[in-house]
C-alpha cells in the first residue's frame, strides 16, 4: 500500500497504524519487480516492495508529521547516489536471506548515521548494515534450500544490478503488517531550488 495516485494518505483508519515506522528507498524498475518475484518465490506469504533501508523499523516519540519535517530537511541536503547490489548473504544471528550492498553503502551508513539521532534516534537491535531483504521468518529447515534458490536466481538475473537513489519514503506499519507511504523525499532537493 501507498500513497494513492493524487497523493491521498491511503484509508488506513488511526487504529489500524502501529507506532512502528521506516525510511526506504524502494528500488525501481526491472531490478525491483525481479526482487518482488523472487521474494514471493522464497516466501509466499510475503507482500514485497524491494528496498533498502535507511532507517530500520522504529517507534516515534513524537508525531510522524514532526519526524517527516526532521527527514526531509536532512534529506533535501544529501546528494542522490548510485547503489550496487552485489551478492547473497545471510544474517547468521537471524537467518534473514538477503542482498548485499557494494557501492553505495558508505552513503546509506552517512545517511543513516544522519537522520538516527534526536526525535528520530532508536537503539536498534543490530548494527546498520545496508541490504535487500530477500526472505525472513523462514523455518530453518528451509534456509539452505532457499539461500541456494536466491542465489541462483541472482546469478540468472541479466539486468542492472545497480539503481539510483533519488528519493526515500517515511512508510508506516499497520495491524495487518502492511507498510504505507507517508511522505516522500527527494535527496538534494534544496540543491536544486538554488
Not at 56 to 74: F, I, T
Not at 98 to 119: C, F, K, P, R
Request: net charge negative; charged share 25%.
Amino acid at each position: 500500500m501507498g500513497c494513492e495516485p493524487d497523493g491521498v494518505l491511503p484509508s488506513v483508519p488511526p487504529e489500524a497504524r502501529l507506532n512502528i515506522f521506516a525510511l526506504v528507498i524502494y528500488i525501481p524498475n526491472r531490478l525491483g519487480r525481479f526482487l518482488d518475484d523472487l521474494r514471493r518465490e522464497l516466501t509466499p506469504h510475503a507482500n514485497p516492495r524491494a528496498h533498502v533501508s535507511v532507517l530500520p523499523p522504529r517507534p516515534l516519540n513524537v508525531a510522524w508529521g514532526v519526524a517527516a519535517a526532521q527527514v526531509r530537511a536532512m534529506l533535501e541536503a544529501c546528494a542522490p547516489f548510485e547503489v550496487e547490489l552485489t551478492q547473497v548473504r545471510t544474517f547468521p544471528a537471524t537467518d534473514v536471506i538477503y542482498l548485499e550492498v557494494g557501492a553505495g553503502a558508505s552513503a546509506l551508513e552517512n545517511l543513516h548515521g544522519a537522520i538516527d539521532h534526536g526525535d528520530l534516534r532508536f537503539a536498534e537491535p543490530f548494527p546498520y548494515c545496508p541490504h535487500v531483504t530477500l526472505a525472513q521468518e523462514i523455518p530453518a529447515e528451509r534456509l539452505a534450500e532457499l539461500e541456494g534458490t536466491a542465489r541462483r536466481r541472482w546469478r540468472e538475473f541479466a539486468g542492472e544490478r545497480r539503481f539510483r537513489a533519488a528519493r526515500a519514503v517515511l512508510v508506516q506499519n499497520t495491524l495487518q503488517n502492511q507498510w504505507i507511504d507517508l511522505a516522500e523525499y527527494e535527496l538534494g532537493a534544496l540543491a536544486a531550488k538554488l
